[in-house]
């Protein structure tokens, strides 16, 4: 079992940045692929950001795609999302998940991930 602990989030405004933390419990951090996702009021959770298991590969939603950075520290046991550049649209509760399949392979889907912190709430305002 993994235990996911979301912080950082808060109001900002456009063209302002947040650095989201998680920090893992319970497990192996170091073996998952960790991902970063958000859910819009209304909308599906959708996902935002992804890295391996040593930080070497990531991958980004369009969206988020040159403002946004995922990194982690595995000694630590947290991962990062800095966001810049942030926009009205990025409003949403943001999730931090924990996919303990392959360590490499950077799922996208929500149903691929096997945990799940509890989430924080970004608000930029225009």
């Known amino acids: 079992q993994v235990q996911l602990v979301e912080s950082g989030g808060g109001l900002v405004q456009t063209g302002g940045s947040l650095r989201l933390s998680c920090v893992a419990s319970g497990s192996i951090f170091s073996n998952y692929v960790m991902g970063w996702f958000r859910q819009a009021p209304g909308k599906e959770r959708e996902f935002v950001a992804g890295i391996n298991w040593s930080g070497g590969s990531t991958y980004y939603a369009d969206s988020v795609k040159g403002r946004f950075a995922i990194s982690r520290d595995n000694a630590k046991n947290t991962v990062y999302l800095q966001m810049n550049s942030l926009k009205p649209e990025d409003t949403a509760v943001y999730y931090c998940?924990?996919?303990?399949?392959?360590?490499?392979?950077?799922?996208?889907?929500?149903?691929?991930?096997?945990?799940w912190g509890q989430g924080t709430q970004v608000t930029v305002s225009s």
């Open positions: 998940a924990a996919d303990r399949r392959t360590g490499w392979q950077i799922r996208l889907r929500v149903t691929e991930y096997d945990y």
